[in-house]
């Protein structure tokens, strides 16, 4: 493909250059050289500028949710009811406490063994 260069510096990007990289009136271009070529670039920051503001996101729908959907869960995010780490079977809640029934018919309460400091690495 062929342009010429005009009177006043302008040339004429052929339309299937034009097409293929979505270039209409108006749209800007960063011009570059790389040793005896000229590069031609189309402006994304430009692009985007036009588009930011004129979307909506549906009602109830934060970008915050977006970004989720996107990426996944962030680090201080809480984890939903359905992926939290199971319990064991025989694990009581937090607010019960485990009593153990003996064969005599008496109750106790086992007290907690302690569980051992974890050592700091230097």
Not at 53 to 77: C, F, N, Q, V, Y
Not at 78 to 96: C, I, N, Q, T, Y
Request: charged share 30%; aromatic share 0%; no cysteine.
């Amino acid at each position: 493909m062929d342009a010429t260069v005009a009177e006043r510096g302008q040339i004429t990007l052929p339309k299937a250059v034009r097409d293929a990289l979505g270039l209409v009136k108006g749209t800007k271009l960063k011009v570059e050289l790389e040793g005896g070529r000229i590069v031609l670039r189309k402006d994304v920051d430009d692009a985007l500028s036009r588009v930011r503001g004129r979307l909506k996101l549906p009602p109830g729908i934060s970008t915050d949710d977006i970004m989720r959907e996107l990426r996944g869960r962030a680090p201080g995010d809480p984890l939903p009811e359905w992926d939290r780490p199971a319990r064991g079977p025989h694990s009581a809640p937090k607010s019960v406490k485990a009593v153990t029934t003996t064969s005599n018919g008496t109750t106790t309460t086992p007290t907690p063994t302690p569980t051992p400091a974890k050592r700091r690495r230097k």
